[in-house]
T-cell receptor, first 113, second 112 residues
Framework: NAGVTQTPKFQVLKTGQSMTLQCAQD?????MSWYRQDPGMGLRLIHYSVGAGITDQGEVPNGYNVSRSTTEDFPLRLLSAAPSQTSVYFCASRGDRNNSPLHFGNGTRLTVT | GEDVEQSLFLSVREGDSSVINCTYT??????LYWYKQEPGAGLQLLTY?????DMKQDQRLTVLLNKKDKHLSLRIADTQTGDSAIYFC????????????FGSGTRLLVRP
């Protein structure tokens, strides 16, 4: 049981480049989300999805796009990377019950130069 | 994380108790969580408490909730060096598909 899998683990981009951070879960969770973690700021919600075909914005959505074509996958796209997007990105999913805990991936460390 | 506040750092001696505090602002929050993050890893759920409870104990962990003051604490008894990590509290917002809002995290350092 792999849980939540994120790829890549590390990535360096130049300003203006685009890339997709991959996230997959094998727990049949409806809810998936992306957070970024910055020093002293905790985790901030970028986008989330309550099921296939449904996405919504979190606290800091600007500069990021998401899609949810399947239950398993929730990729995060950076269309034109900026240095302010240097961060550690975490994907998380949970089951349907309201008290279901979030299961986190191990993160993607992104540096934009 | 600006609506959920935590102190940034706590240092304790091995064997002592640790108390990590958190305040939140949304009175409608139904579940409150504590997560642990070790270096280079994702967040691991430690425990959670429902808002109609005021205490929950799980082995060395005790969670206290003061709903009137919107104050949550995590007590770790007999703290070990393996407990050194960053601890995040989070609240679940029922008006937002129960998404979690996290605090900025408290770094716990356990000294031998």
């Amino acid at each position: 049981n792999a849980g939540v899998t994120q790829t890549p683990k590390f990535q360096v981009l130049k300003t203006g480049q685009s890339m997709t951070l991959q996230c997959a879960q094998d727990m049949n969770h409806e809810y998936m989300s992306w957070y970024r973690q910055d020093p002293g700021m905790g985790l901030r919600l970028i986008h989330y999805s309550v099921g296939a075909g449904i996405t919504d914005q979190g606290e800091v959505p600007n500069g990021y796009n998401v899609s949810r074509s399947t239950t398993e996958d929730f990729p995060l796209r950076l269309l034109s990377a900026a240095p302010s997007q240097t961060s550690v990105y975490f994907c998380a999913s949970r089951g349907d019950r309201n008290n279901s805990p979030l299961h986190f991936g191990n993160g993607t460390r992104l540096t934009v130069t | 994380g600006e609506d959920v506040e935590q102190s940034l750092f706590l240092s304790v001696r091995e064997g002592d108790s640790s108390v990590i505090n958190c305040t939140y602002t949304d009175s409608s929050s139904t579940y409150l969580y504590w997560y642990k993050q070790e270096p280079g890893a994702g967040l691991q759920l430690l425990t959670y408490i429902f808002s109609n409870m005021d205490m929950k104990q799980d082995q060395r962990l005790t969670v206290l909730l003061n709903k009137k003051d919107k104050h949550l604490s995590l007590r770790i008894a007999d703290t070990q060096t393996g407990d050194s990590a960053i601890y995040f509290c989070a609240e679940s917002r029922p008006d937002s598909s129960y998404k979690l809002i996290f605090g900025s995290g408290t770094r716990l350092l356990v000294r031998p």
